[in-house]
């Protein structure tokens, strides 16, 4: 079974802080993706990779970056975290390699719930 | 601009009903359609649809993709109080830089009493 597995389920953090969610896949998996999820608004695309030291922003990038130094292992950094980062993250991978075929169904990490006071 | 709507947003049941849960999506590079389920936790997959017009069923739950219309349905009969969850699809894209990238909809919210 692919394990995605994120390093923290719960969060509170102050304005200002810097945070790192850490997100680590176990499947060998070439993409993997950092998602916010609130409600009403769904789950949004913050950051993918989809290979080592890349990266693309998604639909929501603003006051957040990432890294990807070990094929496993992907990070989300909020520089300066603010109130309205309160959210859900979610961390997802998949595969193939982009450019070949396969169904590139994601799967997810159990999330990390953050609260920013 | 890409979109996939899910309707209804929400949708309470009792317990033996069959529900409908429907998908639309306006996709420029469709590649294939997913559905997940979520409950408390991190969204679990339960079907990959990629072909018009072929059921694809496990258990009590079956979907079914139409690419000339551009919807997909999940049909849940039978329905339990573990089936209260909320329901997600989302259209794997097929082009370019977001190639595998996935473009959700809001979900259906489920709810069944006993």
């Known amino acids: 079974d692919v394990k995605v597995t994120q390093s923290s389920r719960y969060l509170v953090k102050r304005t200002g802080e810097k945070v790192f969610l850490e997100c680590v896949q176990d499947?060998?998996?070439?993409?993997m993706f950092w998602y916010r999820q609130d409600p009403g608004l769904g789950l949004r695309l913050i950051y993918f990779?989809?290979?080592?030291?890349?990266?693309e922003k998604g639909d929501i990038p603003e006051g957040y970056s990432v890294s990807r130094e070990k094929k496993e292992r992907f990070s989300l950094i909020l520089e300066s975290a603010s109130t309205n980062q309160t959210s859900m993250y979610l961390c997802?991978?998949?595969?193939?390699?982009?450019?070949?075929?396969?169904?590139?169904?994601?799967?997810f990490g159990p999330g990390t719930r953050l609260t920013v006071t | 601009e890409d979109k996939v709507v899910q309707s209804p947003l929400s949708l309470v049941v009792h317990e033996g009903d069959t529900v409908t849960l429907n998908c639309s999506y306006e996709?420029?590079?469709?590649?294939?359609l997913l559905w997940y389920k979520q409950e408390k936790k991190a969204p679990t997959f339960l079907f990959m649809l990629?072909?018009?017009?072929i059921e694809k069923k496990s258990g009590r739950l079956s979907s079914i993709l139409d690419k000339k219309e551009l919807f997909s349905i999940l049909n849940i009969t039978a329905t339990q109080t573990g089936d209260s969850a909320v329901y997600l699809c989302?259209?794997?894209?097929?082009?370019?830089?977001?190639?595998?990238?996935?473009?959700f909809g809001k979900g259906t919210k489920l709810s069944v009493k006993p």
């Open positions: 997802a991978s998949s595969s193939p390699r982009r450019g070949t075929s396969g169904s590139y169904e994601q799967y």
């Open positions: 499947m060998d998996h070439e993409n």
């Open positions: 990779s989809y290979d080592v030291k890349m990266k």
């Open positions: 996709v420029t590079n469709f590649r294939s």
């Open positions: 990629t072909s018009s017009g």
């Open positions: 989302a259209v794997v894209m097929n082009y370019g830089g977001s190639q595998g990238n996935l473009i």
